[in-house]
């Protein structure tokens, strides 16, 4: 396995979690590393992604200043803490790993070829 997310559960609106994604050194150490999350009947969308190099970040703008991407370099883990959560944000989460991602494209799924298996997070109002 080369991506284990956790973390996920039941919380209340306003609320916070933290996801982890534990990965594979060899995995850990490609260009960018990513959340996403998929809500019932609707499409994967990007939450946040961090490069490897540089360790520039990207938000969402329906996350941008509530949640944060970070990692543990020693660790080999990655991190999404996730504070005043709303119902919108219930959805199966998604860590992902990908190389050459550019600009244009590292808020899509494309350069994403390692996935997680998922962890739900559901936000009760």
């Known amino acids: 396995v080369q991506l284990q997310a956790s973390g996920g559960g039941l919380v209340q609106a306003g609320g916070s979690l933290r996801l982890s994604c534990a990965a594979s050194?060899?995995?850990?150490?490609?260009?960018?590393l990513a959340w996403f999350r998929q809500a019932p009947g609707k499409e994967r969308e990007f939450v946040a992604a961090?490069?490897?190099?540089?360790?520039?970040?990207y938000y969402a703008d329906s996350v941008k200043g509530r949640f944060t991407i970070s990692r543990d370099n020693v660790k080999n883990t990655l991190y999404l803490q996730m504070n005043t959560l709303k119902p919108e944000d219930t959805a199966v989460y998604y860590c992902?790993?990908?190389?050459?991602?550019?600009?244009?494209?590292?808020?899509?799924?494309?350069?994403?070829?390692?996935w997680g298996q998922g962890t739900l997070v559901t936000v009760s109002s």
């Open positions: 050194r060899r995995t850990f150490r490609r260009d960018a």
């Open positions: 961090e490069r490897w190099s540089g360790g520039s970040t």
């Open positions: 992902a790993a990908g190389s050459r991602a550019i600009a244009s494209t590292i808020t899509t799924t494309l350069p994403y070829d390692y």
